[in-house]
């Protein structure tokens, strides 16, 4: 069994983004800069925000954070999306989810201007990915991506079981899946909360994409022996034995998952690393497309 570490790989892509920026530095070019709005005060959304500043300061971007009271209107957002759309000087920004319930969370991804759109959820950045052309791909699912194919595992041919359907993990997977090329070319089967007899797919599966958050809930024996497992899911749940009160569960029972499989990606340390340093290969390349017009 090999162990997925998309904290050692997210690390390799942060130094081979560095090596880049540094060269734009020594030619006088402009860095990539990104901007992040977070609206209100969710403690996970700011931890989450303060690591994607991070994370530019590491690389070499710019990086700006813009914070907003949890009672602003979708208005006032509104206006702040068309300042960001119009400023030269950002290449990338992106808004923090979830957004307080007076706000319209499609209308203001629909706002982004594409160009700048560096987590990949406006619409047209989701058909440019649907028919395999040049576009942001969503930061979690092209970490995925990017895991498969530096760890090589094989995907022609194989049946990948997605669980899940968001628009942000679960649908784009199963297209990205099935698509011409590596990683891809394999027969997808997007299952769902209404999908029947669901541990009879899972145990046909090759591969295996888990983002439900529902800690431990594909167990060893929902698994065949020598699947590639992919958890997504992330789930703060309560354990009094450690100091912080919680610990970080994905969907698969790591335990007795990990005893049957070939790969395997740890929670935390596998996807969630991989999604920030997505983020910011999306900020490279929105700033050399700037660039290039």
Do not use: W
């Not at 929670?267 to 900020?283: D, F, H, S």
């Amino acid at each position: 069994m090999q162990i997925l570490d998309g904290k050692k790989t997210a690390e390799d892509i942060k130094n081979e983004i560095k090596a880049q920026v540094d060269i734009m530095k020594e030619k006088g070019e402009k860095v990539p800069h990104l901007a992040a709005i977070i609206v209100g005060n969710d403690g996970a959304s700011l931890t989450y925000v303060g690591s994607k500043v991070k994370a530019c300061e590491r690389v070499g971007f710019e990086s700006t954070l813009i914070k907003m009271p949890s009672t602003t209107s979708e208005t006032e957002l509104l206006k702040k999306i068309t300042e960001l759309n119009q400023d030269d000087t950002i290449d990338g920004f992106i808004i923090q989810l979830p957004l307080p319930i007076q706000i319209d969370t499609q209308k203001v991804l629909m706002a982004v201007d594409p160009t700048k759109d560096v987590d990949g959820f406006h619409p047209e950045n989701f058909g440019k990915m649907a028919l395999d052309m040049t576009t942001f791909i969503p930061a979690t699912p092209f970490g995925i991506l990017e895991l498969l194919e530096r760890y090589e595992v094989e995907t022609k041919g194989k049946h990948t079981v997605v669980i899940g359907r968001s628009h942000i993990v679960g649908r784009p997977m199963s297209i990205l899946m099935g698509r011409k090329g590596f990683p891809g070319n394999s027969t997808v089967t997007l299952t769902h909360s209404f999908t029947k007899n669901i541990a009879q797919i899972t145990t046909q599966a090759d591969i295996i994409i888990t983002a439900l958050g529902v800690p431990n809930y594909l167990k060893a024996e929902m698994v065949k022996d020598g699947a590639v497992i992919i958890d997504v899911g992330i789930t703060r749940v309560a354990d009094e034995t450690v100091e912080k009160g919680y610990r970080i569960t994905g969907d698969v029972d790591f335990e007795n998952v990990s005893k049957k499989v070939s790969h395997i990606t740890p929670v935390p340390g596998g996807v969630g690393p991989m999604t920030i340093a997505m983020l910011l290969k999306n900020t490279l390349l929105a700033r050399e497309q700037r660039r290039c017009r």
